[in-house]
């Protein structure tokens, strides 16, 4: 629908470039809003958020996000694994730079994504990874199924990513994080119309745009009250008024993720 498959693909080869982009940045703080990575967000640590994992390909350059739910289990969005197979991934935990060669990285022995899963604009943009080496990080914790409230309309949810940090943009070399606020169901419907299946997504975003995730944040979490509540899957360009960016709604998906977890 908006060529997000295409689009993982480019931030690996964007994330090259990352360190420049960092420049042009700091050169360019303006009244018009200077684009800030995520989008408008700021940069932080694995450190400080030891969960957020780099998806990356076998020469570990990274294309997208995920989430350690146990030492060796990894949500990620399934758009993420499109044509990808155990050999050509890798999982990098504990680096909080791009061009870093610090932190943990494990092969995966095992790509789970939802069964049902076409495009993203269908839903089911979930997987889970299962990997050969453990993580020696605090894994995050995720919403039960029946934590449907977390999503009520208006709630601060937190977003974690090195994508783009503006539409067409490049990539972050670091970590960045920003708050967003979850929108209701009937606003996002507004916004993507039958693209917005409610069943399995959340949208999350200001109505003036200016903050989001983007190319790169894909897979990555969104959380909530600190805890597992989205995984970053798709929207219309990034930060743009009156399109917030949409996650695929976990509690939706609890119950097939402990599975995969358990199993
Ligand atoms: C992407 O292509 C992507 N603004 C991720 C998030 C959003 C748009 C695109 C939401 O990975």
Redesign the pocket.
Known sequence: M?G?NA??KA?AVAAATAAAATTALLAAPTAAAAPQPIVGGTTTTTSAYPFVMQITDASQNQFCGGTLVSPTKVVTAAHCMVGETTSSVRVVGGRTYLNGTNGTVSRVSKIWMHPSYTDVSNGDDVAVLTLSTSMPYTPAKYVSSSQTSVYAAGTTARILGW?DTSENGSASNQLRTATVPTVSDSSCASSYGSGFVRSDMVCAGKTSGGV???????GGPLLIGGVLAGI????????QAG?P??YTRLTTFSSLVTTQVNS
């Open positions: 908006f997000l689009a993982k931030a994508g989001d995730t983007c190319q790169g944040d894909s970053t899957s798709w929207g219309e360009g990034c930060a399109y960016g949409i």
